[in-house]
């Protein structure tokens, strides 16, 4: 898609670096930005060419847009999910051994019980 006439610059760049939910929020808030400049151009264009191109191009980012607001909601959720995963298991792995042990007696029944007493 880079040679797709208005080089799309999200896509070659996407495979460089794996995008996070960070990346994306970026990339979205830099196009929102174009897509701002463009409009401007746009309105203030009496050129038809240019102002077709304008359009063009801004019609291209629009798409853009809507596709990456798409794979941001993909990603955050899978970021979501691994994070929550990965958490899970740092608690696992740093949990002392014999810490299940603690945990598998009841713990209601051990905070009911006065503390002085056996």
Do not use: W, Y
């Not at 070659?12 to 670096?17: A, E, T």
């Not at 598998?104 to 503390?115: I, Q, V, W």
């Amino acid at each position: 898609s880079i040679k797709d006439g208005h080089g799309s610059r999200l896509d070659h760049r996407r495979k460089s670096q794996p995008s996070t939910p960070t990346t994306m929020k970026r990339d979205k808030e830099n196009i929102l930005e174009a897509m701002d400049k463009l409009e401007q151009m746009i309105s203030s264009t009496t050129n038809g060419t240019v102002k077709r191109a304008c359009l063009g191009r801004h019609q291209q980012l629009k798409l853009d847009l809507i596709h990456l607001e798409t794979l941001l909601a993909e990603k955050e959720e899978e970021f979501d999910r691994t994070s929550r995963r990965s958490m899970d298991e740092e608690r696992k792995s740093v949990r002392p051994p014999g810490a299940d042990d603690v945990e598998a007696r009841d713990p209601l029944e051990e905070s009911s019980r006065p503390r002085g007493s056996t």
